[in-house]
């Protein structure tokens, strides 16, 4: 994985972790890797992995069972509540942008619209 | 828990040359530092006073606690660049010298790091590329069960397969308590694996941060920050 080095990595290996957890390929009550394959993995800090890890634990999304590991949380309605935080994340700095290029809300709808629309049209 | 390095008003001077002045630099066990600077700019001379190799200068050094020169050897590791060696030699037979000399030289670790940097050691010193020279270091060098690793440079002129090998096994092999000091002057390819770094600039130490925090208050990448305070574009009040 190619990491964007002016974001804290910790963060980025969070964000990897949570889509492919809402994506459905790491599944509910899924093991994770050992803290140091995840580093091994990425090519990152043992440190920063763990810092990874372990926010994603108090987050409640990995459950930390001791001397097993970590496991994605088999509590659904958590993993919706997470779908639901990153998706408001994502349209939320989509909107941002957006109002920067001054387009109002009704703008804003519609150039998504146009684009869901034409999208097809191209590829 | 005792520190790892602790530097103390350190002032080296050589020939009448100031090379480094003031130095105070702390690093906590367990860390990864990357130790930036231009050529010149001390970092060698640095790692060389820590394992006692230069001497003579003013100031305190301490190596997970030890102060006196012998005791710092034992507690850290440190390979420089081969001398003394004879070219014609094995590679088997400088870890068979290692082994004799340093009794926390792990003999199996050795065979793993070897095998995993994918070094066949019945080679001989002047058989080996630039790349390979840096792995047997490398190998050498996280073979001993030090509580400090000094790396000068492991990663300069060699090709990316090698450097993604020597970053891999530096992930692996680093014990948690182990502290690792890396030397470098371009960042970007061992940025993810720093937890802090220390910029070394006009004879010292000018800015010592966690990497995080770098990108959580700068904004900016490892290597963005290390040129800001070389172009002067990240001022001192700003650190």
Known sequence: MQFDDKVPIYYQIKTMFYHQIIAGELAPGAKLPAVRQVAVDLTVNVNTAQRALSEMVTEGILDAKRGRGNFVTEDVAKIAALKHRLIVQDVAALYTQLHALRLDDAAVVQAVQTYIESKGETS | ?239
């Open chain 2, 1 to 239: 828990m005792t520190n790892a390095i602790e530097i103390t008003d350190l002032t080296y001077r050589k020939n009448y040359k100031t090379i480094l002045a003031d130095v105070n630099l702390t690093i906590a066990t367990g860390r990864v530092v990357g130790l930036l600077g231009e050529n010149g700019a001390g970092k060698t001379t640095l790692m060389r006073l820590l394992a006692d190799l230069a001497k003579g200068n003013h100031g305190n050094i301490a190596v997970a606690g030890a102060t006196r020169g012998p005791q710092r050897r034992a507690n850290l590791s440190f390979t420089e660049h081969l001398q003394g060696f004879r070219p014609g030699m094995k590679l088997r037979e400088v870890a068979d010298f290692y082994a004799a000399v340093y009794p926390d030289f792990a003999a199996q670790k050795y065979l793993d790091l070897i095998t995993f940097l994918q070094l066949d050691d019945d080679l001989a010193l002047n058989q080996l590329s630039r790349g390979m020279r840096e792995k047997f270091i490398i190998a050498l060098t996280l073979a001993r069960q030090a509580r400090v690793y000094l790396l000068d440079e492991p990663f300069a002129g060699i090709d990316s397969m090698s450097r993604k090998r020597i970053i891999g096994s530096i992930i692996r092999w680093k014990q948690p308590e182990a502290t690792m000091l890396i030397s470098d002057h371009y960042v970007t390819e061992i940025a993810p694996l720093l937890d802090e770094v220390v910029v070394v600039k006009d004879q010292t130490v000018v800015a010592h941060k966690s990497s995080e925090a770098i990108r959580q208050d700068f904004g900016i990448g490892v290597e963005a920050f290390y040129e800001g305070i070389y172009e002067g574009e990240i001022h001192d009040d700003e650190l």
